[in-house]
């Protein structure tokens, strides 16, 4: 059974750059797709970013896409999310998670996830 730990999280400023690091154990992590979402108090949980196993095909939310990047290395059993140009709204909780499928920007596909990273930009 895969395990996700997220990291990286904290408060920044709009404009600032933050990186999420999501670090799997306990399972054939390079064979699943990864993926990142995220939920603001108040909120349905939202779709960030997907990866596929082998890090060729990657999707984005409209909301993130030019600004977030996602990238993964197989090796250190890692995935990252980079966010750029950092909002006052993508203040949310953050989770990884994980598909032995596809990539996919639903969350009932994949199977493991995360506790959660805070991130707070503020204005």
């Known amino acids: 059974q895969v395990q996700l730990i997220e990291s990286g999280g904290g408060l920044v400023q709009a404009g600032g750059s933050l990186r999420l690091s999501c670090a799997a154990s306990?399972?054939?992590?390079?064979?699943?797709?990864l993926a990142w979402f995220r939920q603001a108090p108040g909120k349905e949980r939202e779709f960030v970013s997907t990866i596929s196993w082998n890090g060729v095909t990657a999707y984005y939310g409209d909301s993130v896409k030019g600004r977030f990047t996602i990238s993964r290395d197989n090796a250190k059993n890692t995935a990252y999310l980079q966010m750029n140009s950092l909002k006052p709204e993508d203040t949310a909780v953050y989770y990884c998670?994980?598909?032995?499928?596809?990539?996919?920007?639903?969350?009932?596909?994949?199977?493991?996830w995360g506790q959660g990273t805070q991130v707070t930009v503020s204005s």
């Open positions: 998670a994980a598909s032995i499928q596809t990539t996919s920007r639903s969350a009932t596909v994949y199977d493991y």
């Open positions: 306990g399972g054939d992590y390079r064979w699943y797709a």
